[in-house]
C-alpha cells in the first residue's frame, strides 16, 4: 500500500505546485465578457466573480456507487480529488469497501494532457491499469465537466465556448494535444443544472461513445462560493440509464499548497 500511496502522493505534489499565476488574483467582470451570457451570469450567481481565482483545488468527496449497470445494491465510497485549475490536471482516488478487511482503492488522473486510470486490491495488489487516447479525451472531458466546484476555472484559456441559447453552452478544451468537449446546462436562476458530454465508455477497440451526464441535486456554499454539493453521475446506454454514482461534496479547499497533504 505504501509504494502505491507514495505514487499518488508524488503526482498529487507535481499537481500542487505546477502553477506560475499571482496569490490572491481576483477573477473580475472584465475577464468573463467573452464568455457566453449563461457562463457569465453562473460565474455571477456562483460568488466566483470578484473572489479570488482557483489555481488549485481539493476537495472530499461521500459516494454511493454501482459498478454495473445490473448491480441492485450500492457501494459505499469515499474519494478524495486535487485540481490545478491553471495548467488543468486532477488526481482523483477512491477507497470503495467490498468487504471486511477487503477494499479497492483506485486512481484516475489527468497530467500534462494524459489519463490513466489504474485500481488495486488494498493498495497492493495491481488490479489493472488502463491508457488510451480515449482515456485522455474522458479525463479531459472529466476535467471540463468537474470545473463546476471551482466556476473560475471556466474562464481558463484553454476552453473555447458557444452558446447554445440563454440557458446553455458548449466547452471545448484543448489541452497539449488532447481536445474533449461536453455542453453545460443552467436553471433559469443561472445555477448550474447539469452537464453532458458524448465519452468512451470503456478502453477496448470497439468501444462507443454515450452520453455522461452529471446532474445537480443540490447546491451549497463553500468559501463563499456557491457550488453543487450533490450530484447523480449517470451513463445513457442502449439498454437504458445507468445511475452509477451519487455524491456528495463534503470539504472543499481552495488555493492549497503541498505542505501536510492529507491523503486517502
Not at 485540481?83 to 489527468?110: C, H, Q, Y
Not at 481558463?156 to 466547452?171: K, R, T
Not at 452537464?195 to 455522461?212: C, H, Q, S, V
Not at 456554499?221 to 445511475?243: C, D, H, Q, R, Y
Amino acid at each position: 500500500m505504501t509504494s502505491f500511496k507514495q505514487k499518488i502522493k508524488k503526482e498529487t505534489a507535481h499537481i500542487l505546485g505546477n502553477t506560475t499565476s499571482l496569490k490572491n488574483e481576483i477573477l473580475t467582470e472584465e475577464e468573463i465578457i467573452h464568455l457566453p451570457a449563461p457562463v457569465q451570469k453562473w460565474l455571477n450567481v456562483s460568488g466566483a466573480v470578484g473572489k479570488e481565482k482557483a489555481r488549485t483545488v481539493a476537495l472530499k468527496q461521500s459516494f454511493l456507487m454501482k459498478l454495473k449497470p445490473e448491480q441492485k445494491k450500492w457501494k459505499h465510497a469515499v474519494a478524495q480529488q486535487f485540481f490545478n485549475a491553471e495548467n488543468p490536471a486532477f488526481i482523483w482516488t477512491v477507497r470503495l469497501k467490498m468487504a471486511p478487511f477487503v477494499s479497492v482503492l483506485g486512481r484516475d488522473k489527468f497530467i500534462d494532457g494524459k489519463g490513466e486510470m489504474q485500481m488495486t486490491l488494498n493498495g497492493l495488489l495491481n488490479l489493472g491499469k488502463e491508457t488510451s487516447e480515449k482515456i485522455d479525451e474522458g479525463t479531459l472531458q472529466r476535467y471540463l465537466g468537474e470545473t463546476i466546484w471551482f466556476p473560475s476555472g471556466m474562464a481558463n484559456p484553454h476552453i473555447s465556448w458557444e452558446e447554445l441559447d440563454a440557458h446553455s453552452a458548449n466547452a471545448t478544451m484543448n489541452f497539449k494535444g488532447t481536445t474533449g468537449s461536453g455542453t453545460f446546462y443552467f436553471n433559469k436562476e443561472g445555477f448550474f443544472e447539469k452537464f453532458i458530454a458524448l465519452r468512451y465508455m470503456g478502453n477496448t477497440p470497439d468501444a462507443k461513445r454515450y452520453e455522461w451526464v452529471i446532474t445537480a441535486q443540490k447546491h451549497a456554499e463553500f468559501n463563499g462560493v456557491i457550488i453543487p454539493s450533490k450530484l447523480k453521475a449517470t451513463w445513457m446506454l442502449e439498454s437504458g440509464p445507468w445511475n452509477w454514482a451519487n455524491l456528495e461534496i463534503t470539504e472543499i479547499q481552495y488555493n492549497i499548497s503541498n505542505e501536510n497533504l492529507d491523503l486517502l
